[in-house]
Nanobody, 115 residues
Framework: QVQLVESGGGLVQAGGSLRLSCAAS????????MGWYRQAPGKQRELVAI???????NYADPVKGRFTISRNNAENTVFLQMNNLKPEDTAGYYC?????????WGQGTQVTVSS
């Protein structure tokens, strides 16, 4: 049974940084595609960043140059380093893992950026 648990969200001022973590269990993170999505109130969930096993990370245009996705395979954890945060980055952030033909989601962690 795959479980994903996010942590690291919180309240930060514009221009600040946060580092989100997603701990995976029940899967081999090193061989799977991992991603971060976000959803703001009243908006659709959108892809933020994705990292494919053995491939280069990809980022949504609004976060390019500010966010970095990385993984620690030994700890089965994926991270999202968020720098120069903006109020428009305020959202619930969700970790996702693709295992075969199944997609698993974490419960989400809230990021709030004040102006």
């Amino acid at each position: 049974q795959v479980q994903l648990v996010e942590s690291g969200g919180g309240l930060v001022q514009a221009g600040g940084s946060l580092r989100l973590s997603c701990a995976a269990s029940g899967s081999r993170l090193s061989i799977n595609t991992m991603g971060w999505y976000r959803q703001a109130p009243g908006k659709q969930r959108e892809l933020v960043a994705i990292i494919i096993s053995g491939g280069r990370p990809n980022y949504a245009d609004p976060v390019k140059g500010r966010f970095t996705i990385s993984r620690n395979n030994a700890e089965n954890t994926v991270f999202l380093q968020m720098n120069n945060l903006k109020p428009e980055d305020t959202a619930g952030y969700y970790c996702t893992e693709v295992v075969g033909f199944s997609v698993y989601w974490g419960q989400g962690t809230q990021v709030t950026v004040s102006s």
